[in-house]
């Protein structure tokens, strides 16, 4: 990989976000559009579901609406997650038959983490890799991720947990056997961030500097901040599917 083209941080709402990361994900794998790296964030706050879940067994819908969390289902797969706009997102798309990304899923996803393993520890904190896809510190969960595999392309995104609004976590509905296999009594022992565990807050765009250049180093890659292409345009018609109700409840 000679090029990551990044897409610098912005705010977005969810339906926005899911349908942005499978415009780029198309393009990529159509050879329109290079590597790409996009990092965003969520505002309103948000709950996405993987693609396989069943939307009421994940998520407490009235607590959702009461709060204005929106509710969206990605095109990864996955668990439940909680976003709000305190966590840092980002997305991966490379062709499918790229070789700097392997082929098998635990592989990739120990290669794409590999860089936001070695951002965390720059800034001290001392992160480490947990099969399949989760980023810990400790035995707590400070990143996690999802993958999929389409349009001739692996997208894979996750979250960075710069901080986290507690008080909204009710929005998901935690399986105690999940949390019991992961040593966790609830989903806040299950978690921490960067604030908590340095004691203090890093912003978006400062991590988010860090995180491009461990992609570079660990990608053997420059990378190129741009705009969207024409083709990744179509992201407005994509978002008119996160929007709507069938895709959200197809399951």
């Known amino acids: ?24 994900m198309r393009s990529v794998g159509a050879g329109k559009s290079p590597p790409t790296l996009r990092l965003y964030g969520w505002d309103p706050p948000a709950v996405s579901i993987g693609y396989f879940q069943e939307i009421r067994e994940e998520v407490d819908l009235e607590f959702c609406h009461e709060k204005g ?13 909680l976003h709000t706009p305190k966590e840092l997102t980002y997305s991966f798309s490379v062709e ?23 951002a965390l ?3 001290g904190i001392p992160a480490s890799f947990r099969p399949v896809n989760d980023i810990e510190v400790g035995k ?7 993958q999929t595999r389409r349009f001739g392309a692996v997208l894979q995104h ?7 609004d507690y008080s909204l976590l009710p929005a998901l509905r935690a399986r105690a056997e999940k ?15 960067v604030a908590e565990t340095l004691g203090k807050e890093v912003g978006h765009v400062e991590f988010s500097r860090i995180l491009v250049r461990k992609f570079e180093d660990h990608f053997g890659a420059v990378a190129d ?10 992201a407005p018609t994509l978002e008119e599917r996160y929007r709507s109700i069938d895709w959200t409840f197809r399951r």
């Open 69 to 81: 969390i929106q509710v969206v289902r990605r095109l990864s797969g996955g668990g439940a997650v």
């Open 225 to 234: 901040f741009s705009d969207l292409s024409e083709d990744e345009c179509i």
């Open 140 to 146: 707590r969960k400070i990143s996690g991720s999802a």
């Open 179 to 193: 949390l019991t296999e992961k040593g966790a009594k609830d989903i806040a022992g299950r978690i921490t961030t």
């Open 1 to 24: 990989m000679k090029k990551l083209r990044v897409i610098g941080f912005e705010f977005g709402d969810a339906p926005f976000n899911m349908a942005l990361d499978e415009a780029i």
């Open 158 to 164: 996750g979250t960075i947990l710069l901080g986290m």
């Open 96 to 118: 499918a038959n790229d070789p700097s990304v392997p082929q098998d899923i635990q592989g990739s996803y120990l290669k794409i983490c590999a860089p936001i393993i070695s």
């Open 121 to 123: 520890r720059e800034i």
